[in-house]
């Protein structure tokens, strides 16, 4: 008779803690906190304002900016004996369009392990063996096409859109695209031969501190006028409102991008 | 013994199972009722399109559903009128060999200008106040409905006029648009009453509500439901372009000219109508056709408020662009060529042209006559032939006599 009584039971048991997820015992928990990170777009060490015609460039340039969409990716973190946390938590890439506010927040990754870390390094835009035509179907990162006949097969997206004005040499308000993403080589008579590859890996030195069981909240903020500023000035003027099928021009902002993002330290958590 | 193992060991473990058991998914079997099921519609997945598709979670599309809402569609008699005269039906306008749009040649409303049912004041039918969009692909589009987005997920606002301020009387999706044409005075020109009378008065439609609904109740909810399920199933995926980007079609070398034209900043059509498949971004542009703007012209800004939207109108879809004439939001070209010779040489400037029109201070992208007869050759790949002729998006044909086509 026991043994028809343990026969009974005990598979209800077994089902009983089946199906019961296993509590987690404290002691050997990870210490890790989550990591957010919050985009900001300044210009001349304030926030942006969008659509008033009052900046100047290093050029002398008096612009205004209208919208800015761009693409952040493969996060790391860099401790400072050198050992690396990817942080891409499978999502390589985040969308940020100052249209769309909540895309300012990206909630990268819920455990990063905790410590100092020396420095935090991102991919502005998104490296080309990532970048495939048409992977991203849905709007509004799809609206974020680079066509194909301008990047080839590892140039599906923009890295960058920044839209806005600035008052040319006649005076009048004129429109300025500057668009990032893969270039192209051509040969005299403008035929495109190749593609070249624009994305850059931008390192913000740190220390980022990731407390264990907290929200960590990292500020990356965007300096536009940096875009136009060093090593090259670029004058509007002279390279006028396009530059998607112009290399050399996006050299140029490839190159001033390097100087662009800072790293802000953020006391408070954003509103999630 | 066995009593004791029963009620004393076996019972209670399975007591305990059923109240401590982590899941929280519990499914209740009534006996003896009948629980309505229709059958899932699915939209066909075909590569590259979005999958994020606008199905509300009050309505979610069934074949059923669907057939219902091709029948209402057809039939005239949802504007409440049975003479012959006075039919109207969605389709008497959004016909399906234009896209779903009326067409620059329609013999009755001339020119692709579309007015509504007759009344005292307006003998001869009112006219709407803008030309028409397509009805196509609609089940991709989060970010609103008509020229300037007034139908959105957002829009707080319920009743009209003449419409009492009830929930189901709101403006958020494609629902929405079926009571609006109803009672709109420059489309059908009813009542919501008046309108479900008259379907409620046709025997044949008993059995279809009972296919889609459950039970034989016609009401308004329903009717707007199931159109809209049926505008929602008419999805434009197969035009030579689509099967070009999906390696099952080529295009000759003027049409591929006029892609790389398309789809570069020479002539720079993309950034607003070729972010993905859909040939448009569904978001609002003032894409420097005017220097003054009137805010009776049911702009953009008139919903968001925003000074940078004043004259700003949806980028609508190009796909079966040569089927759509007239174009832009009034209608003021009649060609494609006439659109193409604008966004060339005929952009004027305003305060308020959005900054992706920048040749705008050039007068446009100045293409020479080759160019844009392969950027007019490339827009032609962009029909979609099967749709146009598709048997599942035709009127049946007991509608016929009805459909006030």
Known sequence: ???????????????????????????SAKKTGALVLKFEHFADNASLAFDTLHYVNAAGNTYEVSEIQWFVSDVVLTKADGSKVELDNNNFAHYIDTNLPETAIWKINNEVPAGEYAAITFVFGIKGEKNMPFMFTDPPKSDMLWPSNLG????????????GFWRNSAGEREPFNFHLGVGQTRDADGKVTGFVQNWFESTLQGPVNIQANQTNTLGIRMNVEQWWEQPHVYD???????????????QMGVENGRNVFSLVQHAEDPVL | MKKLITFGIVLPVFVALVTLSCSTDTHEDLPGVEIFQATPYNIPQARFFPKNLNIPSDNPMTLEGVELGRYLFYDGRLSGNSSNDMLMSCATCHIQEHGFEVGIDHPKFTGGRTFGLPTEDHPNGKPTPNFMLPLVNSVYNHNGFLWNGFVNEGNEQLGTATIPDKPEFN???????????????????????????????????????????????????????????????IVAQNSKFHKYLRQEAELTSLEKRGHDLFFSEDADCFHCHGGSVLMTTNEY???????????????????????????????PSLINIEKTAPYMHDGRFKTLDEVIDFYSEGL??????HPLMKNVRQQGVQLNDADKAALKAF?????DHEMLKSPQYTCPDELKVWSGQ
């Open chain 2, 285 to 315: 542009f003032n894409n420097a056709k005017d220097k003054k703007f009137d805010p009776a012209d049911r702009d953009r800004h008139a919903i968001s408020g925003d000074p940078m939207d004043i004259g700003a109108y949806r980028a």
């Open chain 1, 152 to 163: 080839g097969e590892q140039g599906g997206y923009h890295y960058m859109k920044l839209n």
């Open chain 2, 379 to 383: 827009l032609l790949t962009l029909t």
């Open chain 2, 348 to 353: 004027v400037y305003s305060d308020y042209v």
């Open chain 1, 1 to 27: 008779m026991k043994k028809i009584l343990i026969y009974l039971v005990m598979p209800v048991f077994i089902l009983l803690f089946a199906q019961c997820k296993k509590s987690e015992d404290p002691a």
């Open chain 2, 171 to 233: 403006f958020k999706n494609i629902e929405s648009l079926v009571w609006m044409s109803i009672t709109s005075s420059h489309e059908m020109n009813s009542t919501i009453e008046k309108s479900v009378a008259a379907i409620q008065a046709v025997p044949m439609y008993k059995g279809k509500f009972k296919a889609a609904f459950g039970d034989e109740e016609i009401n308004y909810d329903r009717i707007s439901k199931a159109i809209a399920q049926f505008v929602r199933s």
């Open chain 1, 236 to 250: 509007h003027n002279t390279i006028g409102g396009k530059i998607m099928q112009n290399q050399q021009a996006m």
